[in-house]
Nanobody, 115 residues
């Protein structure tokens, strides 16, 4: 059974940093792409970052240069390092993966950026 468990998040001032973590089980982790999404109140869920099985990373224009996605294939974890945070980054963040065209999701973690 595919299982994704997130940790991290919290409250931070504008310009601050947070790091999110997602532990994955039930798949051959290193063969699968991993993604981070976010959803703010009243907004549609949007893709934030993606990392492929070969470690190539892509980012949404809104976070490029501020966020970094990485993966640890020994401990089956994907991370999202968030720097220079802005109030518009406030959202619930989700990690996700895909197996045979089926999406699997973490439980979500709140990130709030406010002074």
């Amino acid at each position: 059974q595919v299982h994704l468990v997130q940790s991290g998040g919290g409250l931070v001032q504008p310009g601050g940093s947070l790091k999110l973590s997602c532990a994955v089980s039930g798949i051959n982790f290193r063969l699968h792409p991993m993604r981070w999404y976010r959803q703010a109140p009243g907004k549609e869920r949007e893709s934030v970052a993606n990392i492929s099985s070969s470690n190539n990373a892509d980012y949404a224009d809104s976070v490029r240069g501020r966020f970094t996605i990485s993966r640890d294939n020994v401990w089956n974890r994907v991370y999202l390092q968030m720097d220079n945070l802005k109030p518009e980054d406030t959202a619930v963040y989700y990690c996700s993966t895909t197996r045979q065209s089926v999406n699997f999701w973490g439980q979500g973690t709140q990130v709030t950026v406010s002074s």
